[in-house]
């Protein structure tokens, strides 16, 4: 939709401050009154707008999965690694999207949930295609949380590390097998 798409464009280009319904509607070509048919306020357009980016980084990790020839856990996790780590080099859209999400939630109950909602499904996603089946609870919350703290972490902090993507990743995967393996 033409106006969550202007959303998440304000969003990224000029924070949260930047997204007025006045903005949108110039940005989308359209009148106030327009915009407002649709989404009485704006946190009605942040919650409608985060939904739907939300959405579409989850279809973008089920859509990376099936990509994968990896064939062991390892192999499937080193995928993982490597994929996840590779946003974090440069100042990404993606990243810029979820710095102001991360600031919105901080003052917004709603979007808090939706944020923690999509980390719990991209946690099931990651365990589910790393290790099927395989992994108890507690070996699934292992590794969700090692995966999602180092990938969230290192989105941040890359550019300034000593270490390259690809040695972070042989190291994560290196971590998150002995941590399932425990």
């Not at 969550?4 to 007025?20: F, M, N, Q, R, V």
């Not at 991209?122 to 089946?133: I, N, P, Q, S, V």
């Not at 969230?152 to 994560?172: K, N």
Request: hydrophobic share 45%.
């Amino acid at each position: 939709m033409l106006i969550l798409d202007c959303a998440l464009k304000l969003l990224i280009e000029t924070g949260d401050a930047g997204l007025t319904l006045r903005k949108l509607a110039d940005l989308a070509g359209m009148r106030l009154s327009n915009v407002q048919y649709y989404f009485k306020s704006r946190d009605d357009v942040l919650k409608a707008m985060v939904a739907r980016y939300f959405e579409a980084c989850t279809a973008n990790l089920v859509q990376l999965t099936k990509a994968s020839e990896a064939k062991s856990p390892r192999e499937r996790v080193q995928y993982l690694a490597l994929s996840g780590l590779s946003h974090g080099t440069e100042i990404s859209d993606m990243c810029r999207a979820f710095r102001e999400i991360w600031a919105i939630s901080s003052r917004n109950s709603v979007i808090d949930q939706c944020l923690m909602d999509y980390y719990r499904n991209f946690a099931e996603l990651m365990a589910d295609f790393a290790f099927e089946t395989q992994l108890d609870e507690v070996r699934r919350n292992r590794l969700a949380t090692l995966l999602l703290t180092f990938f969230e972490g290192y989105s941040i902090t890359a550019r300034s590390l000593p270490l390259g993507v690809d040695e972070a990743a042989e190291m994560l995967t290196g971590l998150a097998m002995s941590v399932v393996e425990r």
